[in-house]
């Protein structure tokens, strides 16, 4: 009888990336851990690459504790780290710091942070990561910090996650937090705002977008207080939409919390704002001018000039004809 045909050659897999110089390649959560205690051991950060397309699933958190950096990265399209509504996937404290790159959280479960949870923690910085469908039952669905450094993240992006507060994301007693073209979207909280800042220094916000989070009490999106309470915190080219909570408010300020504006316009700094908004909606009152974009009242720069007149949303006085 004829021989069955051959299967083809198995291709050998893609090359890696080049790797930053000390990276260490993990295909598993026992692989960071294993970097994690070599660096220990070894008194250095530690660095780990996890290959494009891998999936990595956790029964238990990767924990990193003590003065070091912990770097986790991928590349091109990603790693994904799959909690299997199970477990979260990092526990940070005792200083550590961490950076986070090009990397997908899904289904991550927790106390606290769905994903990724800081605790007395250093600096916590990410680029390009995603978190979906992260439950927390206590604060941040996503990722929650308490006590520690610096937040940034940039193209960061929180989908369908879930938490008593914070649906998204929870920040308190920690330092300054920039966010720049984030997404908070379908987001839940049992109490307030899919991304809550307590007692933080200042906050950056910028390019970023809220759309269609729930909350069960006020406000729907965004709650900031800053333990320095000074100014300097910044919100700029930043849209809310169809998010849900009682009374239709989006954001609530107990902070000042200055709104980037276009001339002629101007935003409240503290307090409740409510319904969807697409920056700054208000315009400098009619016989004033508003040549700044930090105004926080509707008078604006000031009044009109004699022999001026100044319609509503007027960026400079016109001289009268």
């Given amino acids: 009888p004829p021989s069955p045909p051959r299967s083809p050659p198995r291709l050998p897999p893609p090359p890696l990336p080049p790797l930053v110089p000390g ?124 006590s520690s450094g610096d937040v940034s993240l940039e193209g960061a992006s929180f989908s369908e996650c879930t938490a008593e507060w914070g649906g998204g994301m929870y920040v308190d007693n920690s330092g300054d937090v920039a966010l720049e073209s984030a997404r908070f979207v379908e987001c839940t909280s049992g109490t307030q705002a899919a991304l809550y800042l307590n007692g933080i220094e200042r906050l950056a916000l910028t390019n970023s977008q809220f759309v269609d989070n729930i909350a069960s009490q006020t406000p729907a999106a965004l709650f900031f207080t800053s333990r320095i309470a000074a100014s300097g915190s910044l919100l700029r080219s930043t849209t809310f939409f169809g998010n849900s909570a009682p ?52 008078d604006c720069s000031g009044p009109c000039w004699s022999g001026h007149f100044c319609p509503k949303g007027s960026i400079l006085p016109q001289k009268c004809p």
């Fill in 23 to 146: 990276e260490a390649v993990a295909h598993t959560p026992q692989g960071i851990r294993d970097e994690i205690n070599k660096a220990v051991d070894q008194g250095r950060n530690a660095s780990v690459f996890i290959p494009p397309g891998a999936r990595l699933a956790f029964s238990s958190n990767v924990e990193c504790s003590g003065d070091m950096h912990l770097s986790v990265r991928s590349s091109g399209e990603g790693a994904t780290l799959d909690g299997k509504k199970s477990s979260n996937m990092f526990d940070i404290s005792g200083g550590c710091s961490l950076y986070l790159e090009a990397l997908h959280f899904v289904d991550g479960r927790g106390a606290y942070g769905g994903a990724v949870f800081a605790y007395g923690a250093g600096d916590i910085a990410m680029k390009d990561v995603s978190f979906t469908g992260c439950e927390a039952s206590g604060s941040g669905g996503g990722m929650s910090v308490h």
């Fill in 247 to 298: 009374g239709n408010i989006t954001i609530l300020a107990a902070s000042p919390l200055t709104w980037d504006c276009p001339l002629g316009s101007w935003m409240p700094n503290v307090g409740q704002i409510d319904g969807d908004l697409s920056g700054c909606n208000r315009l400098c009152a009619e016989g004033q001018y508003g040549d700044a974009s930090d105004h926080f009242t509707s």
